[in-house]
């Protein structure tokens, strides 16, 4: 089955995650790729605690989840690829051996050099230039934190909207 | 509120969600300063666990209820707990088990009153149908 989502957040695993989107999706697996959370074993404990019995949770590096996103699409059950960073969609983006047609903009919140969007989405000029280039190669670029809240298309991300 | 009550925990989790439980065991019992809430709203993952910290500092409190187990609430104060010793995470919290909280002795190891406190939380879920 293909994957039902690809979400940054820069929460991680969270409710609206594993409840918000979990539940109405049925999801079965989410494939965290995150480079420090696919070195740390006590990490990986804390996520896997988090979500029902369920549901599994795996952790690759960008690459690794690059190079075997294939073997998860395959996967029987609903998927979801979660990323904590802009720049780590545009890299499996770039890299994924199968091409990501949309990427949902979950949650990246406030922080010194970011500028506020939406109400959870604040972004460094180098992020919203890394989504314009995500869009460029193709990719459906959309912000929407919970499924009951209306999808924002990227150029009304990228101007701001307070909805 | 009570002038004498100390601080004893931090209540941390979605939305008006702490506010409001903090609030309740206020009405409830006059010891809502007791406990000191904190929300998530708009706060990323560092900044989670940087407030929590700040508080647990501040506050020089060694307990903290969260609301969802698989909440960034909890993953925050369980990545805080990682590195400090002696720091106990409820997750689930409700007002009962709460108001059992503050209700504790002060001088109860935080390790006893807070398993009381899970004790009250779970016998007061309840289903009733008529």
Same mark, same amino acid.
């Given at each position: 089955?293909?994957?039902?989502?690809? $979400?940054?957040?820069?929460?991680?695993?969270?409710?609206?995650?594993?409840?918000?989107?979990?539940?109405? =999706?049925?999801?079965?697996?989410?494939?965290?790729?995150?480079?420090?959370?696919? @070195?740390?074993?006590?990490?990986?404990?804390?996520? $896997?605690?988090?979500?029902?019995?369920?549901?599994?949770?795996?952790?690759?590096?960008?690459?690794?989840?690059?190079?075997?996103?294939?073997?998860?699409?395959?996967? %029987? $059950? #609903?998927?979801?690829? =979660? #990323?904590?960073?802009?720049?780590?969609?545009?890299?499996?983006?770039? #890299?994924?051996?199968?091409?990501?047609?949309?990427?949902?903009?979950?949650?990246?919140?406030?922080?010194?050099?970011?500028?506020?969007?939406? %109400?959870?989405?604040?972004?460094?000029?180098?992020?919203?230039?890394? =989504?314009?280039?995500?869009?460029?190669?193709?990719?459906?670029?959309?912000?929407?934190?919970?499924?009951?809240?209306?999808?924002?298309?990227?150029? @009304?991300?990228? %101007?701001?909207?307070?909805? | +509120?009570?002038?004498?009550?100390?601080?004893?925990?931090?209540?941390?989790?979605?939305?008006?969600?702490?506010?409001?439980?903090?609030?309740?065991?206020?009405?409830?019992?006059?010891?809502?300063?007791?406990?000191?809430?904190?929300? *998530?709203?708009?706060?990323?993952?560092?900044?989670?666990?940087?407030?929590?910290?700040?508080?647990?500092?501040?506050?020089?409190? *060694?307990?903290?209820?969260?609301?969802?187990?698989?909440?960034?609430?909890?993953?925050?104060?369980?990545?805080?707990?990682?590195?400090?010793?002696?720091?106990?995470?409820?997750?689930?919290?409700?007002?009962?088990?709460? +108001?059992?909280?503050?209700?504790?002795?002060?001088? +109860?190891?935080?390790?006893?009153?807070?398993?009381?406190?899970?004790?009250?939380?779970?016998?007061?879920?309840?289903?009733?149908?008529?």
């Amino acid at each position: 089955m293909p994957i039902a989502l690809y $979400r940054i957040d820069d929460r991680l695993i969270h409710g609206q995650v594993v409840v918000g989107w979990g539940q109405p =999706l049925d999801l079965g697996f989410i494939l965290l790729v995150d480079d420090a959370v696919a @070195e740390s074993d006590w990490e990986q404990e804390l996520y $896997r605690l988090g979500v029902p019995p369920s549901m599994d949770v795996y952790f690759a590096s960008t690459s690794e989840a690059a190079r075997e996103i294939a073997k998860y699409a395959s996967d %029987r $059950r #609903t998927g979801m690829v =979660l #990323t904590g960073t802009v720049e780590a969609m545009l890299q499996l983006a770039r #890299t994924a051996v199968l091409p990501i047609k949309a990427v949902n903009v979950g949650g990246i919140h406030h922080r010194e050099d970011r500028t506020q969007k939406m %109400r959870y989405v604040f972004l460094t000029k180098g992020e919203e230039q890394d =989504l314009r280039s995500m869009a460029e190669l193709g990719v459906v670029v959309t912000a929407q934190d919970v499924p009951s809240a209306p999808s924002h298309s990227l150029e @009304e991300l990228l %101007r701001g909207c307070m909805t | +509120m009570d002038p004498d009550v100390a601080p004893r925990a931090i209540v941390a989790g979605h939305g008006a969600l702490p506010d409001g439980l903090v609030s309740a065991v206020e009405q409830i019992t006059g010891r809502g300063n007791a406990l000191i809430p904190f929300s *998530n709203v708009g706060l990323g993952r560092a900044e989670i666990e940087s407030g929590l910290r700040d508080l647990l500092a501040l506050h020089g409190v *060694n307990v903290v209820f969260t609301d969802l187990p698989g909440g960034s609430a909890t993953f925050a104060a369980r990545r805080v707990q990682h590195d400090t010793p002696g720091l106990i995470v409820v997750t689930g919290v409700s007002l009962a088990a709460l +108001m059992d909280f503050v209700f504790c002795d002060a001088e +109860m190891p935080a390790g006893e009153s807070t398993a009381r406190a899970v004790e009250k939380g779970r016998a007061a879920i309840a289903s009733v149908a008529i």
